[in-house]
């Protein structure tokens, strides 16, 4: 087989079998997308020198030279990607790589090139790195991800919304129990789904700029009368990220742990939501629109599976073993530096990448469902056992003994009929208003606040 990479011999299917639903995330968490933050990194380091006043060795780059600097950042192509892989091949350092590829890009630039010494000043690595990469999770998150949520989101609203009177029967320990409403059920999941989004949304990104153990060492051996921490904070602010300004070599990545653990928690939501649609599609309560052209089964013709809610949760599922293992294995360095972090860091992306195929089949999914309103009525028309519960609890509001223990002798491991439980309601020395409430309710119409409560989602 040929070494050239395609879809077919990709050894993962983020970038084989999936490769187009990854598309959104490449410019972020590709080794290009690193490369070029870096470099956006290392060029507004540069320029904060030169208009900084305690560096009098680098004049004001002129508005010219910025607009150029600015450029390059904003137009960094594949190609320029290639050559700073090609110094890194004699370097065997990425970083450095990069750092000689400016030196050489500005050379026809005379203030940049006089200056040139100044790329990448009293930086260590790990403060080029630690930036770019809080810089590319909280560019996917905001231009990726959370949209994708939203889209989810927004689709749980309009089901819970249009099914907020369709009364259902509930299933707790898989028995017939209190009616709900089939919209009732999905805002629930819009409002647990909500709360975390904001939770990824609320997580700052932070990043260190503070030299090789984080003292400033460098930095104050060429300027000691500067005070490096109040300006690499503004350096830091300068890019849209929250400055740590307590650090050994590395950044603790504590926040990174905070926004993985974030997006796991969301990913189990929609674990736990893709399986009881999974079983209401079961139990007939949602069909699955027909596509022209799809198989169901390769030998049973009938069959319209739901396999757009079984691809999403085992992709959460797979996103989320990733995250966990990001969050427990990141924050955790031996000493002031070691480099098992680096390696896992380069697999952000494959997290990510798992959590949209999950988000984005989960719509899928969501977009061919169709209630079955006859089906979801027959269902519930068939346990009117569950009407023992508000007779019961009438019983205890006018004294009448053992209500609970009567009810269950009626109807505790069998069926019961409409008219046995209508029988039984007769015979009750109660309020004529309230015997008459007890006798007119049905299983579909003792839903208490369910339907207004989906209404208001």
Sequence with gaps: MSSTLNTLSALSPLDGRYASKGDGLRPHFSEFGLIRNRVRVEVEWLKALAAASHVGEIAPFSAATIAEMDAV????????????????????????AMEYWLKARFESNAEVSKASEFIHFACTSEDINNTSHALMLKEARDAVLLPAI????????????????????????GQTASPTTLGKEMANI????????????AVEMTAKFNGAVGNYNAHLSAY????????NQTFIESLGLVFNPYTIQIEPHDSMAELFDAIARLDTILIDACRDIWMYIS???????????????STMPHKVNPIDFENAEGNFGVANSLLKHFSEKLPISRMQRDLTDSTVLRNMGVGFGHSL????????????????PVRVAADLDAA?????????????????????????????????????????????????????RLLDMTPASYIGAAAALAKAI
């Design 384 to 436: 009117w056992e569950v009407l023992a519960e508000p007779i019961q609890t009438v019983m205890r509001r006018y004294g009448i003994p053992k209500p609970y223990e009567q009810l269950k002798e009626l109807t505790r491991g069998t069926g019961i009929t409409m008219e046995a439980l209508q029988a039984f309601v007769g015979k009750l020395a109660i309020p004529e208003a309230d015997k008459q």
């Design 357 to 372: 195929l999950g988000l984005e089949s989960c719509l899928r999914g969501l977009n061919k469902l169709e209630s079955d």
């Design 224 to 231: 000691p009368e500067t005070d490096w921490a109040a300006f």
């Design 150 to 173: 939203d889209r989810v989101i927004a689709r749980f609203v309009e089901l819970a919304h249009q099914h907020a009177d369709l009364a259902m029967l509930s299933r707790t320990h």
């Design 283 to 297: 139990l007939g309560f949602f069909k699955q629109k027909l596509k022209a052209g799809e198989v169901g089964s």
């Design 190 to 201: 819009v409002y647990r789904l909500r709360r975390t989004r904001k939770a990824i949304a």
């Design 73 to 96: 950042v904003a137009n960094f192509s594949e190609a320029d990607g290639e050559a700073i892989k090609a110094i890194e091949a004699t370097t065997n350092h990425d970083v450095k």
